[in-house]
């Protein structure tokens, strides 16, 4: 009895292997392999920013960072962006300050903190500020905290409302 479960469920197993190839079969007959996927996924193409220019959405291109690949573009959201960023590492920090306006397309990208508070001396008090970082290091690492309390400082006189929420730039390159 126990041999006859077995041929029986042998004889089952045979045939459920022989329909499902020759279903596979049929199905891949009737496939153009020409329009298979390749088996390593392509980057999407690369698309070109200036700084200064827009997006296709009209949005200004204020700034953009090596993401090893590609250059990535910080674009803005509000009528008004920011970033405090570290150019020279942890050993031999170096602020840069930019300030960007959506409406005149005015960008203000400047080493000297005096020319950056000038400039934000032109935004109306009370205003939304976006303040723009990388997804998984804050460009200002590295700096002293008291270049970045300055910072924070300069925003806080002219009484602006700081937003971070959504304005987190990825940087990782494309094959990743």
Request: include cysteine.
């Amino acid at each position: 009895m126990r041999v006859g479960v077995l041929i029986l469920s042998g004889k089952l197993f045979l045939s459920m292997k022989l329909g499902i190839a020759i279903v596979a079969t049929l199905a891949l007959q009737s496939c153009d392999q020409s329009e298979v996927a390749p088996t390593r996924p392509t980057a999407p193409p690369e698309v070109e920013f200036k700084v200064g220019g827009v997006d296709d959405g009209g949005r200004l291109v204020f700034w953009q960072i090596d993401a090893f690949d590609h250059m990535q573009p910080f674009v803005l959201k509000d009528e008004y962006g920011v970033v405090l960023a570290n150019e020279g590492g942890e050993e031999a920090p170096s602020p840069r300050y930019i300030l960007a306006r959506q409406s005149t397309k005015e960008i203000t990208n400047t080493t000297d903190f005096a020319e950056f508070v000038a400039a934000l001396a032109k935004v109306p008090r009370g205003s939304t500020v976006g303040r723009y970082e990388t997804c998984s290091v804050p460009r200002e690492w590295g700096l002293p905290d008291a270049i970045i309390v300055q910072f924070e400082a300069a925003l806080k006189d002219r009484n602006l409302v700081v937003v971070t929420d959504d304005r987190s730039v990825c940087y990782c390159p494309n094959n990743l």
